[in-house]
């Protein structure tokens, strides 16, 4: 195996066995390998030394010393992030290559998040929610400037991502990924194996009944009704928001239910044809099952970054720093872009993405796509909110 000179240690790390597409499955089985080794697993925490494939160097390029910078002096990092939005190596191989030890959890929607950090103080140090929440967090002055001395990678990011209306300059925020929201539909299963209209999850056929559904995320949810009923993606009309209300309300029935964290599972396994749903999560369900494809609805959709920020007086905002340095090296962009099918907010990293990714209009969608990226002030998320709630509560 080649191995990288050790005045790269980035490099160093990153030596390893070409990756083979990793599916998501054998994640979760290394997981249950690590827990069933007595090592803390992904889901409440991670420890773990080198990586099959790693470089006996990586650790040796960190130290045992104190971090400047942290609030706790301690090698640690914990990191809060959406469920099925990482691959199985960037964790491991950054514990072994800064000497951090990484605790991961996930949740399933930016509203559970936001409602996690109003509640109170927690130990996150990294969190992940939607660019379209980030006014909300700013407002509520919910997270931290960033220590952007300590994250010189930031001039790896593409310009779009650092001149944006949520954070320009990246004061607060560094993009972890990128996607789109459409529907995931088995070509088996619906009419013609073909699906290109938001009518078949807001009005879903009668032959489809408990096969359909929505996802658990307001932005989303009446986002794309607004779009589907061809009202302003951004109305807080009363009269707009009622319509939606009325439209999904009915729907519901039809409905298998709401969900942002179980519909890869459940079109990978022929249980539901027609899920609304994120791009990279459809194309990771698709890796289990050849039915499954992606539509962005020609009515138009939505497209969203969501961003890596730091909560307010979070323990390790140092420790935070160097993992998102870290993520945003071109070799571990592509890794985890390649892994979760999302888009990837460093343009470096395409040469290392296979063609059939950077070239997938899915993926990374022409300029001619119907495509709005929403922001959600104060007044719109809590219309929308309300709107949601009779929906869905
Ligand atoms: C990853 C979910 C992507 C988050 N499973 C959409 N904001």
Redesign the pocket.
């Known amino acids: 195996m080649a191995r990288a000179g050790k005045e790269d240690p980035e490099l160093n790390m990153l030596v390893g066995r070409p990756d083979p597409r990793v599916r998501r499955r054998s994640f979760l089985q290394v997981a249950g390998l690590l827990a069933a080794a007595g090592v803390a697993g992904y889901a409440g925490g991670t420890v773990a030394g080198l990586g099959d494939g790693d470089p006996p160097g990586a650790v040796a390029a960190a130290d045992g010393q104190p971090i400047a910078g942290n609030r706790r002096n301690e090698r640690l990092l914990n990191i809060y992030n959406?469920?099925?939005?990482i691959d199985d190596r960037t964790i491991p191989l950054f514990q072994a290559q800064a000497n951090i030890r990484v605790n991961y959890d996930v949740f399933s929607s930016n509203e559970d998040l936001l409602a996690r950090m109003r509640a109170g103080p927690t130990s996150y140090d990294i969190i992940v929610p939607?660019n379209n929440f980030i006014p909300t967090y700013l407002k509520l002055d919910l997270i931290e400037p960033l220590r952007q001395d300590l994250i010189p990678n930031l001039t790896n990011l593409d310009r779009e991502f650092v001149e944006t209306d949520y954070d320009q300059g990246n004061r607060y925020t560094v993009p972890w990924q990128w996607?789109t929201t459409g529907i995931g539909f088995n070509r088996a299963k619906v009419p013609g194996g073909k699906l290109d209209s938001w009518a078949s999850v807001f009005e879903p056929d009668a032959a489809a009944e408990g096969r359909v559904t929505l996802l658990r995320e307001v932005t989303d949810l009446i986002g794309c009704a607004l779009i589907y009923l061809g009202k302003n993606p951004n109305s807080i009309e009363d009269a707009d928001l009622a319509e939606v209300v009325k439209l999904v309300r009915a729907a519901r029935p039809k409905l298998k239910g709401f969900t942002t964290d179980t519909y890869i599972d459940e079109l990978a396994a022929n249980e539901t044809w027609a899920a609304q749903g994120?791009s990279?999560?459809v194309f990771q369900a698709q890796d289990q099952n050849q039915d499954v494809s992606y539509a962005i609805p020609k009515e138009g959709s939505l497209r969203?970054v969501?961003v890596m920020a730091i909560p307010k007086g979070a323990p390790h905002p140092a420790n935070a720093a160097r993992f998102m340095n870290y993520v945003l090296h071109p070799k571990v962009q592509a890794r985890i872009s390649k892994y979760v099918s999302y888009g990837t907010p460093v343009s470096l990293a395409k040469p290392l993405l296979p063609t059939d990714q950077t070239a997938d209009p899915s993926i990374y969608p022409p300029a001619s796509t119907k495509l709005s990226i929403l922001t959600l002030t104060g007044q719109k998320l809590q219309k929308w909110q309300a709107a949601y709630d009779q929906i869905v509560k």
């Open positions: 959406w469920s099925d939005y939607t996607g994120w990279g999560d969203f969501d």
